[in-house]
């Protein structure tokens, strides 16, 4: 790649003690920044360092989900990332004017997530979740070339037409040889007034998810968790005030804080 030389990332060198996950779908609004804000909230709530990186150009949303009041401020040559509920964030939305979107081809996202990895002060952070753009694209093949010891974490519904290009995307771990940690399965069902589960977008998805990347990957992919439908999780996402803070005590709460806990 031309242009300026690549800057070492912290996360990327050997002896580092943080984990890093690339939150990945195979398409948009399965639900994948809203499970990467719960569980950085979830994590830190666990009494971890958390950081959270929002790599997702077309839908940056994560600052809106966590309720960032704040803009990133730079301090010598170092950028001070806002925090939102104890997780240090900073997204490509806080570097873009007004609401417009975002243009960039290959090499500038690559040099802007290069940054934001190498130029903000994360401290020393336990964990560092990334949430990726939907799909396979530039950003993950950057993710793998910047950080190749981030592990994957890969969010479908239960819906067939979800979990096929979750697992396409969930395969890009084979080519860059990355862990692929677990599956996560979102709007999985919609509890009832009687306590029934209304399967609204099937069944089965995120296992089978698992199953055919554990598959491809040669190594156990399991299903971490699944989380149903809930209007205060939407409500939440809306408000800044994610629901494993805002519901601490509903089923889609009490999901997001067993799929923390297990990572
Ligand atoms: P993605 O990052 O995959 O595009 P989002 O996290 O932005 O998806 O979610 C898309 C929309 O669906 C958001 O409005 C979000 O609040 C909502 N949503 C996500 N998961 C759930 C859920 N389990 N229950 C209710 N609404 C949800």
């Known amino acids: 790649r031309g242009g300026a030389p690549e800057k070492e ?3 990327a060198k050997p002896g580092s003690l943080t984990r890093v996950y690339a939150v990945a779908s195979g398409k948009g609004g399965v639900g994948k920044s809203s ?11 666990q009494g971890l360092k958390v950081g959270v990186v929002d790599a997702d150009i077309y839908g940056f949303s994560i600052p809106r989900m966590l309720g960032v009041e704040g803009q990133p401020t730079q301090v010598d040559d170092m950028i001070l990332p806002p925090i939102a509920h104890e997780v240090k964030v900073i997204s490509i939305g806080m570097f873009v004017p007004g609401n417009q979107p975002v243009v960039w081809r290959g090499p500038m996202l690559h040099r802007a997530l ?6 903000v002060f994360w401290g020393d952070l336990d964990v560092l979740l990334l949430d990726l753009p939907p799909g396979t694209g530039d950003v993950a093949i950057s993710v793998a070339q910047l950080v190749p010891n981030a592990e994957i974490l890969v969010v ?3 819906q067939t037409a979800a979990a096929e290009v979750a697992e396409r995307a969930g395969s890009i771990a084979v080519q860059t040889r990355q862990r692929v940690a677990g599956v996560i399965e979102n709007m999985s069902w919609l509890e009832l007034p009687d306590g029934n589960r209304q399967e609204i977008f099937g069944s089965g998805g995120g296992a089978r998810v698992a199953e055919s990347l554990t598959r491809l990957v040669g190594a156990d992919v399991a299903l ?3 989380i149903p439908l ?4 939407r409500e939440g996402s809306d408000n800044g005030s994610p629901v494993v803070l805002s519901n601490p005590t509903s089923p889609a709460a009490t999901a997001l804080r067993g799929i923390a806990r297990g990572l």
Not at 35 to 45: E, G, H, I, W
Not at 114 to 119: G, S
Not at 230 to 233: A, F, I, N, S
């Open 9 to 11: 990332v912290p996360f």
């Open 35 to 45: 499970v990467t804000a719960n569980l950085a909230v979830a994590l830190a709530a």
């Open 114 to 119: 290069n940054q934001f990895l190498a130029d």
């Open 156 to 158: 479908t519904t239960p």
């Open 224 to 226: 971490l968790g699944q």
């Open 230 to 233: 809930d209007v205060t999780l």
